[in-house]
């Protein structure tokens, strides 16, 4: 089973920052998007950024201006800067990419096994 790899979490004050990654392996040949997902205690799991693979991105109205998503397409890794980080931010972060194991193939969908984020002093 392909699984991506996170890393990056951890415990940070509030204002702080924090930068996550997110490692696909070399066997996910053709990469579509690659987005971050974050499921907060009690919540259900929401969109938090996405690039596509013509480098466009979106993000959820809460981070946008703080969050800044990016991608290395050699690496096939995608990274998420979080900065001017609030309590509100805790959460657990899923790294997620659409992709196939061929140019052409069929698409599937891997996830990343998630990293806490917790913010707070």
């Known amino acids: 089973q392909v699984q991506l790899v996170e890393s990056g979490g951890g415990l940070v004050q509030p204002g702080g920052s924090l930068r996550l990654s997110c490692a696909a392996p070399?066997?996910?040949?053709?990469?579509?998007?690659m987005r971050w997902y974050r499921r907060a205690p009690g919540k259900e799991r929401e969109l938090v950024a996405l690039i596509t693979s013509g480098d466009r991105t979106n993000y959820a109205d809460s981070v946008k201006g703080r969050f800044t998503i990016s991608r290395d397409n050699a690496k096939n890794k995608v990274d998420l800067q979080m900065n001017s980080l609030k309590p509100e931010h805790t959460a657990v972060y899923y790294c997620?990419?659409?992709?196939?194991?061929?140019?052409?193939?069929?698409?599937?969908?891997?996830w990343g096994q998630g990293t806490q984020v917790t913010v707070s002093s």
């Open positions: 070399g066997s996910i040949a053709s990469i579509n998007s």
């Open positions: 997620n990419v659409v992709g196939s194991t061929w140019a052409g193939g069929p698409v599937s969908v891997y």
